[in-house]
């Protein structure tokens, strides 16, 4: 009975500052054609029950002085909801030297808290602050969970994105209306989702021998739905850039090989070669005498190594896994969404979220896979584009996570990420473990000295 008291106890202190009356913060729509065409949009809740009388965009922070807002939405009433605006995202920049690096580069600012880009979202009751919000990148949040740090990851809250490797780099080149509409899954390149936030990558990979490459390495692409996107390489550099600058995790999960692996061992062991060379010294090297699981590990036991990168690989395709398997950390349990509609979809999350003893999820690294695919939308009668899937799937995945079920997720990966603020609500979950798995002893404690 104490328990129970303290832990609400606890858990109402540790929410309340999170929480605020009616929580606002701003995305980036799936809207517009490319990234700069994008428009910002205004979210609020879940569960605005005092909401604002209005809500002000700024370009510059509103509370270091009265800024005139460029844009003023009155009217927000509903518990939960988004409304787009008029204003484009723009051409975006980082700013202390978080810009995509083009050589190598050994010192960026740290961000603990994250850092706003010029975009803002401040909530009124006439002249009076109530909250205040922005789209921001959060290069260094992990280092920044103290508690967390030694926390096995299995237990933290990883964000991610789905076809992490099928963005677009160029719009006006890339002329294929396939690929632009149906086939790219991210508005960002990988190192920008990695400076977002995002901790987990999964990649589909293809293999293409053409007698041009100067290389190998040439030959393997990030494939999406067995179409060639971008080379592997630039994936990879991107992963290693932003490991040796943050010093924080990535896991890399390769996930499937849908183009010329099949019974090609050596096309395997190829790639395996090209991802050692590109990222052997901070691949995360596991003790495979004692069959160890990686979820097991913690962020400071990787940290300590200088080894943040976890790959997730198939082990058995190699034609000699003993000698390699080291560097290889067998793939986590994958759960995806892709082929559910709204309500089955949240049926799912019920059954892996709420850790029930039914539940299929087992106790190491599992990733959730919150996708529709084309042909699920197709059932809805008309094809729907890649941006119009995530922009159904995502908002309401991401409100469901806010609740309780955030507190028992691990990797959460989707499409096209931005339209929702899933980074900010993995550190809230984060934050919240952290204070669960640390107080779990305290609690015991108080509750022996109270009898
Ligand atoms: C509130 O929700 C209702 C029903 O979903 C919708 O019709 C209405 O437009 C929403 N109002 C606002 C202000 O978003
Ligand atoms: C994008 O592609 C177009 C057409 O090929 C080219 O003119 C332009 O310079 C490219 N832009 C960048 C930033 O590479
Ligand atoms: C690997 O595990 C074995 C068996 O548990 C143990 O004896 C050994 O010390 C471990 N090696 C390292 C490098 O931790
Ligand atoms: C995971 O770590 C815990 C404690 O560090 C240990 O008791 C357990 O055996 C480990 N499990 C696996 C599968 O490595
Ligand atoms: C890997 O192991 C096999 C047999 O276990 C051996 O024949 C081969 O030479 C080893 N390869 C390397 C690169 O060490
Ligand atoms: C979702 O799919 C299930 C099973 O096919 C079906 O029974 C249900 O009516 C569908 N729900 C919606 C909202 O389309």
């Known amino acids: 009975m104490w328990k129970i008291v303290l832990f609400a106890l606890h858990l109402q202190l540790l929410v309340a500052p999170l929480s605020a009356s009616c929580p606002i913060f701003l995305t980036i729509s799936l809207s517009g054609k490319s990234l700069t065409d994008a428009c910002l949009e205004i979210n609020w809740g879940p569960d605005c029950y005092a909401p604002p009388e209005w809500v002000g965009i700024y370009r510059q922070d509103p509370s270091v002085s009265n800024f005139q807002p460029e844009l003023r939405i009155d009217g927000i009433r509903n518990r939960t909801g988004k409304r787009l605006t008029p204003i484009k995202l723009g051409k975006l920049q980082f700013p202390g030297g978080w810009n995509r690096p083009t050589a190598r580069q050994t010192t960026a600012t740290k961000y603990p808290k994250g850092k706003c880009l010029p975009y ?56 294929s209306l396939l690929i632009k509409d149906y086939l790219v899954a991210q508005h960002f390149d990988v190192w920008s989702q990695l400076v977002f936030g995002i901790r987990y990558l999964d990649l589909s990979v293809g293999y293409r021998y053409s007698a041009d490459s100067g290389s190998e390495s040439e030959n393997f692409w990030v494939v999406n739905e ?36 099949y019974k090609h061992p050596e096309i395997y062991s190829s790639l395996y070669h090209l991802i050692r060379q590109e990222l052997g010294q901070v691949i995360y090297e596991r003790n495979v005498s004692s069959n160890e699981h990686c979820a097991n590990r913690s962020f400071n036991d990787l940290r300590v190594l200088g080894r943040q990168v976890l790959l997730l690989f198939p082990t058995e395709e190699l034609p000699h896994p003993e000698n390699e398997s080291v560097l290889l950390c067998p793939p986590w349990q994958r759960f995806s969404t892709s082929y559910m509609n709204m309500s089955q979809t949240l049926d799912y999350m019920r059954l892996l979220f709420s850790r029930k003893p039914d539940s299929p999820v087992q106790d190491d690294g599992w990733i959730f896979h919150a996708v529709m695919s084309i042909e699920q939308a197709l059932n809805s009668h008309k094809l729907q584009t890649a941006k119009e899937r995530a922009a159904v799937i995502n908002p309401k995945v991401n409100q469901w996570l806010n609740g309780p079920w955030g507190l028992n997720a691990n990797v959460v990966a989707m499409d096209y990420f931005s339209n929702t603020n899933l980074i900010d609500v993995a550190i809230h979950a984060n934050v919240h473990k952290a204070f669960l798995a640390a107080n779990d002893k305290f609690v015991n404690l108080e509750i022996l000295s109270r009898r």
Request: proline share 5%; aromatic share 12%.
């Open 120 to 175: 803002y979202v401040a909530s009124y009751n006439g002249n009076e602050l109530l909250t205040i919000d922005c789209l921001k990148i959060q290069p260094n949040w992990l280092a920044h969970l103290k508690d967390a740090a030694n926390m096995p990851l299995k237990q933290l809250f990883l964000p991610g994105t789905h076809a992490s490797g099928a963005y677009i780099t160029n719009y006006s080149k890339t002329k």
């Open 226 to 261: 067995n179409m060639f996107i971008n080379p592997v390489i630039d994936v990879l550099r991107d992963v290693r850039r932003f490991v040796e600058l943050s010093n924080e995790i990535v896991v890399l999960d390769f996930s499937s090989f849908p183009i010329g692996f």
